[in-house]
């Protein structure tokens, strides 16, 4: 990170957003959140989890160093996603990038190493975030360091949710 960047507002090279269809029926509705036929075979899912953010809350600012996030966000809630590139050899470096998804869009958002990232909870319900990263939570067996790096506590921080 540098805390001399000016972010702009653009898209970001390798984040990878994708609508998910919801195929309706009697019962009510099915999407396919991912399929391994669609994703590059480095970025397989390694491990998958779900949480729960309250109204108004937000997760994040942190990043990864070797992590690839594959988040799902179907609701009940709305979530603004917030994505910075500080990958200094991206060609979007600098670039930073926001997101509405949820109930009224359900998407696949993926979010390579190196991509700051966050996401706020702006619905008046708990709201349910899928992630299936392609590393290990603290590694086999959660015997080694977390990859992750935190900014929510650095003081003047680029990276501020708006």
């Known amino acids: ?23 309706l029926d009697e019962r009510g509705w099915l999407a396919e959140m991912f399929r391994h036929d669609e994703l590059p075979q480095e970025i397989l899912p390694a491990m998958a989890y779900i949480s729960m953010t309250r109204p108004g809350v937000a997760r ?8 690839t996030d594959y988040f799902c966000f179907i609701g009940p809630a709305n979530f603004k996603v ?39 909870n702006v619905s008046s319900e708990n709201g349910i975030v899928f992630n299936a990263p392609d590393k290990l939570y603290a590694g086999e067996g ?15 921080s680029p990276f501020v949710l708006e």
């Open 1 to 23: 990170m540098s805390d001399t960047v000016q972010y702009v507002r653009g898209r970001i090279h390798d984040v990878v957003v994708k609508p998910l269809t919801k195929f």
């Open 60 to 67: 994040g600012p942190h990043e990864h160093v070797s992590q």
């Open 82 to 120: 917030y994505l910075w590139d500080a990958r200094k050899d991206s060609p979007t470096y600098g670039v930073k990038q926001f997101l509405f998804c949820g109930v009224d869009s359900p998407m696949a958002v993926i979010v390579p190493p190196g991509v700051v990232h966050a996401y706020k």
């Open 142 to 156: 959660k015997k080694e360091p977390v990859d992750e790096v935190r900014h929510e506590e650095v003081e003047d």
